[in-house]
């Protein structure tokens, strides 16, 4: 059984940051349904290559925020890989280089496979921290 995560139903960011979750998502859900994973994780590595500044903590969180928002309208599962990839690849749209990490979530229970977005010195963006930090990434793009 897997725990449920209740996220905001309300838009975050301007407009820019909402298209660029847009463009994110449907390249997101195009390459994890069409494409082998290692295609998969070499646009992931290009989007890294492309994104110059880091991004600060509030716009990767609105970015996030913008792609989960986005993701309610999509007709198919939108779960943490599809959410996280959409949201590298709208910050590269918007020239940042966030994290792309995959691996467990060990809190809340149960230990699951999980997909997520932190900033580079390993904060994770839009997740459960009350518990504190218990991500391990065994993939970092």
Do not use: K, N, Q
Request: positive net charge; aromatic residues 6%.
């Amino acid at each position: 059984m897997t725990t449920t995560e209740a996220f905001t139903t309300s838009p975050r960011g301007g407009p820019g940051c909402r298209a660029a979750a847009t463009v994110g998502l449907v390249a997101a859900m195009l390459l994890l349904r069409l494409a082998p994973f290692r295609v998969v994780v070499a646009a992931a590595r290009l989007a890294r290559r492309v994104g110059r500044r880091t991004p600060d903590p509030v716009h990767a969180a609105d970015l996030v925020d913008a792609v989960r928002h986005t993701g309610r309208w999509w007709p198919t599962r939108v779960a943490c890989l599809e959410t996280s990839l959409a949201a590298t690849l709208a910050a590269a749209v918007t020239g940042r280089r966030p994290v792309w990490c995959l691996g467990a979530r060990f809190r809340p229970e149960p230990v699951e496979y999980h997909a997520w977005v932190c900033l580079p010195d390993g904060t994770p963006v839009g997740e459960y921290l009350l518990a504190g930090r218990h991500h391990h990434a065994t993939l970092e793009i």
